[in-house]
């Protein structure tokens, strides 16, 4: 849902489709590629073998991105310049 869902709902949020790597720093985005990198490499190293310590490091993966709060380094719309700018909050609490 991530990589289909998301750029759709981010354009008509924001303007731009995709705002992570390598077009910018939004860490939804990139956390996004992240998981879907990391299970892409599972998939790929699991097609002719079990390896099943690469899938639960994929899974380790996926909860250290959910982990890491929505809000963080996210995309924002500055209503001044009509921008997107990628914010940043100073002090994270992950509970």
Not at 37 to 50: E, F, H, P
Not at 51 to 63: C, E, K, L, Q
Request: neutral net charge; proline residues 4%; charged residues 15%.
């Amino acid at each position: 849902g991530g990589l289909i869902l998301g750029p759709i709902v981010q354009k008509f949020a924001f303007g731009a489709y995709w705002t992570g790597f390598p077009f910018g720093y939004d860490l939804t985005d990139n956390k996004t590629l992240i998981a879907f990198a990391t299970w892409l490499i599972a998939y790929l190293i699991n097609r002719k073998n079990d390896r099943p310590a690469i899938a639960m490091f994929a899974a380790i993966v996926t909860i250290i991105v959910f982990s890491i709060p929505h809000s963080v380094w996210g995309s924002e719309l500055d209503y001044e310049s009509g921008k997107v700018v990628t914010g940043f909050i100073n002090s994270l609490i992950l509970f």
